[in-house]
């Protein structure tokens, strides 16, 4: 055992690899950024217009650049009649939207301050039941950016960011106390956060986000429902915050490879469902510290694929009350981790006669009932290292990964105790949901493909394991 220590040790020297860099915490809108206007009282023609215009009226705005900043007061409806750019000549917030009922679409704003004091935004909202859509936001600060704007709508806008270090971005998407707010058809990209503050009942659904920090990140924010969705290249596709009662369903989460890498983050959640899912090529498809929260209902996990990544699920020991089941787990490089010491016995991998697949299963079905005649359990000497010491990953698929397999298997006194088990392993995997058409996704493409390797792979694997066929064979 101390031979296994002393490799542990070299391993981390050799490694070099520092400390997981924690994600610095997110401040909420700046008790300093404005709440009233600090758009410049000098008009432009478009400023003109709408100053004249009665409450209720709607707007066309012939096509044109037009240099100025907008501030509606009232109840409007103002539209786009063909390209019309609005440019903010890289100072303050371009448009504000202080009075209720404001419709506006069809625009491209571009070119805010930099300001991270004073939050520079291309859209805020400040009165509810606002309509924005249709709208190219791009080379700003903050992106949209609504506080206390409830019952509104962000619709098909494509929002991108400054050029800028990711640490001196603004949010592309901002809602602070703005419930029952609808967030569809967006593609935001190179930001650094899409964040609800305080927000209840949004539904955020067939959304595209990539290339930031967190694709989507929940902080206080209950009863919302996160459907059909793509969030790629971010380090982190999902983050959800000491939030009750979130549904996440149909999502697509791959390739969230930052400093954390989490799919799918669960940070003191309750009342939770993710259900399936498509987790493919992140550092961790999902981590779990601290949810559920309340004992009296589990968090529940079922009909999920994860997919090559590094890690299929991270738990922290803390991590108690989680109901994982009808779930494919295929060629993870570990499936199943504990950060830090601890088994999952407070976390059960089956419901009824449904527990997961697995693709490191070694099992077989004798009677062909689509369920493995043993159960499965991770005790891999090499994989509980690796849980104590992350950077012997540094040594995957090597010589010395699989001399410790040897000697754990050889030798039963260093063998390490299981960290979890399914008691009703599935023969064959649940079938991945069809993936959805999306205009607004510039990562369909690669989604569409892993959902097909994750098939054909599992389709392999079900015809060496099972070649019989058995009850319920197609996928």
Known sequence: MNRLRLLAAVASLLACVPAQATQPDHAAPSADAPTTSTVPTTLGEIGRRVAAAEPGATLVIEPGVYHEHLRLTKPLTIRA?????????????????????????????????????????????????????????????????????????????????????????????????????????????????????????????????????????????????????????????????????????????????????????????????????????????????????????????SANTLAGNDVGITFLPSARGNLIYANNFIDNFNQIAVAGRGNLDANQFWKGDAGNFWSDYTGYDQNHDGVGDFVHESATLFEDLMDREPSLRLFLFSPAQQAVEFVGRAVPAVRPEPKFTDEVPLMRPVPVAALPASSSSTRMPLAAGGAILVLFGSGLLRLVRDPAGGPGGAL
């Open 81 to 301: 009649g063909g390209k019309v750019i609005i440019d903010g000549g890289g100072s303050g917030d371009i448009v504000e939207i202080t009075g209720p009922d404001v419709t506006f679409q069809g625009f491209t704003v571009r070119n805010t301050g930099i300001d991270l004091d004073k939050e520079n935004a291309a859209i805020r909202v400040l009165a509810p039941r606002a309509v924005i859509k249709d709208n190219i936001v791009e080379d700003v600060l903050f992106g949209i950016d609504l506080r206390e704007a409830p019952d509104s709508l962000i619709s098909n806008n494509r929002i991108g960011g400054k050029a800028l270090d990711i640490a001196r971005r603004g949010d592309g998407l901002r809602l602070w106390r703005s419930d029952r707010t609808i967030v569809e058809d967006n593609v935001i990209h190179d930001g650094r956060d899409a964040i609800l503050w305080y927000s209840k009942g949004v539904v955020v659904r067939r959304n595209t986000g990539l290339d930031s920090r967190y694709g989507l990140h929940l902080m206080f924010s209950d009863d919302v429902t996160i459907t059909d969705n793509e969030f790629t290249r971010n380090s982190v596709g999902i983050y959800l915050m000491y939030s009750t009662g979130v549904e996440i369903a149909g999502n697509r989460l791959i390739q969230n490879r930052g400093p954390s890498g989490y799919g799918l983050g669960l940070k003191e959640t309750d009342r939770f469902v993710v259900r399936g899912n498509l987790m493919v090529g992140n550092r961790s498809g999902i981590y779990i510290d601290g949810s559920p929260l309340a004992p009296d209902v589990p968090g529940e996990f």
